[in-house]
């Protein structure tokens, strides 16, 4: 167990720094505020700290990266605001230019914005190879907007009829507490040849660095597609 809790200001931080981080079942790092979430930083910072916006440290270079980071299902990430104010940042991140970098999140991550007013944070689950099946995911702001769960893979991504880590499963479980967002780098593409039907009012994004195929039907509160090469719908409904 990790706390840095807060009983009336905004949670503190967590820095786990080494070439390999597990976190196994049961572990659970916490670092909720009452007046705001704090951040949780898993071998690594936003986007590897290439995204200057949401980074939490103003040096890129200031964080080891890790080769290899391990939640197991079991184990919890907190970083909620208990009272009134916004969730905090969570990121999974493993250094995508290893060729043997690996993020697998399997546990439960929240960055809930607080009931009496605030927003949703954010959360990152990034590697060259990223697997979640049985994720658990909540961005969720009862009096406020929801946050974003980032899933941002260095190797092609194909979700499929076949995909026996059941990750479009966890996609469509998290829409009902986030917007979720797929995000992977130039040269990079998307393939959906698994039908993804969400009924509820969060975002579904799929934005390609290279193609993007959709082969089944789509559908979301609000659904975003995007390539950077091509964007290739065959005769299906995405809505």
């Not at 009983?7 to 505020?33: C, H």
């Not at 951040?39 to 290439?50: E, K, S």
């Not at 440290?57 to 919890?76: H, Q």
């Not at 009829?161 to 996609?171: G, K, L, N, R, Y």
Request: hydrophobic share 40%.
């Amino acid at each position: 167990i990790i706390e840095a809790t807060s009983l009336s200001r905004v949670g503190g931080r967590v820095v786990l720094e080494a070439g390999e981080i597990e976190l196994v079942s049961d572990s659970l790092i916490d670092v909720s505020g009452h007046m705001g979430g704090g951040d949780v930083l898993v071998g690594g910072d936003w986007q590897g700290g290439a995204n200057a916006q949401r980074r939490v440290f103003d040096d890129p270079e200031l964080i080891r990266e890790a080769n290899k980071v391990s939640m197991e299902s079991g184990a919890s990430i907190l970083a909620n605001a208990t009272h009134a104010g916004d969730g905090g940042t969570v990121v999974l991140w493993s250094d995508v230019f290893a060729d043997s970098s690996e993020t697998r999140a399997h546990g439960s991550i929240e960055a809930q914005g607080g009931p009496e007013g605030g927003d949703g944070g954010l959360i990152e689950t990034s590697g060259r190879r990223v697997l979640f099946s049985g994720i658990g995911i909540s961005t969720d702001a009862p009096s406020g907007s929801v946050g974003e769960w980032l899933i941002d893979p260095d190797t092609d991504l194909t979700i499929s009829d076949i995909d026996t880590d059941s990750e479009a499963s966890s996609i469509l479980t998290a829409l009902d507490t986030s917007n979720v967002r797929v995000v992977t780098a130039s040269g990079i593409s998307i393939r959906i040849d698994k039908e993804l039907k969400h009924s509820g009012n969060n975002v579904l994004t799929f934005d390609s660095g290279y193609d993007l195929f959709v082969s089944r039907d789509l559908q979301a509160g609000g659904l975003v597609l995007l390539a950077e090469r091509n964007l290739m719908v065959e005769d299906r409904a995405v809505t």
